[in-house]
């Protein structure tokens, strides 16, 4: 049986994320983009193992986050606008043990 997916999600690139990538090795910057394609253009709201709403609001005002990569290390924080169809990539960070970093600054959860 075939399920038919629904109509893909335009992703909308916050500006502040180039600054985020700056502080990635440029070595997975092709696995982030197909990651946030694969995983988002279509239910983005869509709770998996991976993909979970934040139960508290980081500084960027995301809703759901993103984990994927060697040891989950990656996160990546959206908003999704339903009415539009648009999810909106606000932050990409490295998880690094128990500390966050975003644009090469920790962030504090």
């Known amino acids: 049986?075939?399920?038919k997916r629904g109509a893909p999600y335009?992703?909308?690139y916050a500006p502040q994320v180039n600054q985020h990538l700056k502080a990635i090795e440029p070595k997975h910057y092709s696995l982030i983009r197909t990651e946030i394609e694969n995983q988002l253009k279509f239910e983005p709201t869509v709770e998996t193992r991976n993909r979970k709403p934040l139960k508290r609001p980081v500084n960027f005002e995301g809703e759901w986050e993103l984990r994927f990569g060697p040891?989950?290390?990656f996160r990546v924080f959206y908003g999704v606008d339903m009415e539009?169809?648009?999810v909106y990539i606000l932050a990409i960070g490295i998880k690094k043990g128990n500390r966050l970093f975003i644009g090469g600054e920790e962030i504090r959860l």
Do not use: F, I, P
Request: proline content about 0%; hydrophobic content about 40%; overall charge neutral.
């Open 1 to 3: 049986m075939v399920m």
């Open 84 to 86: 539009h169809h648009e």
């Open 71 to 73: 040891d989950n290390r």
């Open 10 to 12: 335009r992703l909308v």
